[in-house]
């Protein structure tokens, strides 16, 4: 069983990321339209476990929270940057900060419990081991 990616919320979220940009567009140039962030991740399966990987340059891994909750694998970071000012010399800024969260449906043979997370040069590599499915147990009725 594959890793899956869960957003239940998404579609009102690009919703809302639209309105947001044709909003700003009217009033500031689209070079500086405020946008939101959201890491590219990488999922892949390998003999004894899931591996996840996502890019978060920027963030450190104090601000960083991965949880595990009724087979659903959350990730959730803050990316902030200094105030800058128009003094500072930008003519563009691209970088985006703030916050984002992902979630994961973890397959019946992901260990939740055993779940190990690591960030390193602003990549965060999340460890999810497999476990022995639990097979049916027959139970005689007398």
């Known amino acids: 069983m594959d890793l899956v990616s869960y957003e239940p919320w998404s579609v009102f979220q690009k919703m809302g990321r639209l309105y947001d940009d044709l909003n700003h567009r009217r009033f500031l140039d689209s070079r500086s339209v405020p946008r939101r962030w959201s890491p590219a991740v990488d999922v892949r399966e390998q003999e004894g476990s899931f591996v996840i990987e996502a890019d978060v340059p920027g963030v450190e891994a104090k601000d960083i929270e991965v949880t595990a909750e009724h087979g659903v694998l959350t990730i959730k970071a803050v990316r902030d940057s200094e105030k800058r000012k128009a003094a500072d010399g930008y003519t563009i800024r691209e970088r985006v900060q703030g ?44």
Do not use: C, W
Request: charged content about 25%.
């Open 99 to 142: 916050s984002f969260y992902r979630r994961f449906s973890l397959p019946d043979n992901a260990n939740g419990g055993a779940i190990e997370a690591a960030s390193h040069d602003g990549v965060l590599v999340i460890t999810v081991p497999k476990q022995e499915k639990a097979e049916p147990r027959r139970i005689p009725v007398a």
